[in-house]
């Protein structure tokens, strides 16, 4: 798959659900093989945390440029899964319902190695590092320690869909 897919400059890593703090593998998948992820999904400051700089192109809901043009100033309203926080002048974001533009710019870059290689240049200082499905091995690896005491925790004490999603 990743022989196939690194033949593309762009991935459209999209998510069916917005949530707060979820990014999907599909983003980690396409800095990896290469490609610039086109990201949906979580709040900008999300992937920022995580990610190189100017190493994707979010593109954000209708619902996070109303926020984000509330009073000329961006929304701080946490509650709203989608809002764009601390967005940077100079990174290009879209508007959801806008196809046309992000098609566009697309285009453009893919038209201009210059400009689609500012999307590559984080990988002179940066590198991934981790091997896939480590944390599934991790899980094993923990399940056999004996000398870890057992702890359970109450998943919806961190996680709760109602407030830290839109669908």
């Given at each position: 798959m990743e022989r196939y897919l690194s033949r593309y400059k762009f991935y459209l890593a999209f998510e069916n659900s917005n949530c707060v703090h979820y990014i999907t593998e599909k983003f980690f998948r396409a800095l990896s093989i290469g490609m610039v992820p086109v990201v949906f999904g979580a709040r900008y400051s999300d992937y920022v945390k995580i990610a190189p700089p100017l190493s994707f192109i979010f593109v954000a809901s209708p619902l996070a440029m109303k926020a984000a043009r509330v009073?000329?100033?961006?929304?701080?309203?946490?509650?709203?899964?989608?809002?764009?926080?601390?967005?940077?002048?100079?990174?290009?974001?879209?508007?959801?319902?806008?196809?046309?533009?992000?098609s566009k710019y697309l285009l453009k870059l893919d038209s201009n190695d210059t400009l689609y290689n500012e999307y590559h240049a984080w990988r002179e200082e940066y590198i991934i590092v981790g091997k896939k499905n480590k944390h599934l091995c991790s899980i094993c690896e923990h399940l056999h320690l004996k000398d870890i005491p057992n702890k359970s925790y109450k998943i919806s004490d961190w996680w709760n869909s109602k407030r830290d999603c839109k669908n």
């Open positions: 009073k000329g100033k961006q929304s701080q309203n946490l509650s709203i899964p989608n809002i764009n926080l601390e967005i940077p002048k100079n990174h290009p974001y879209f508007h959801s319902n806008n196809i046309k533009e992000l």
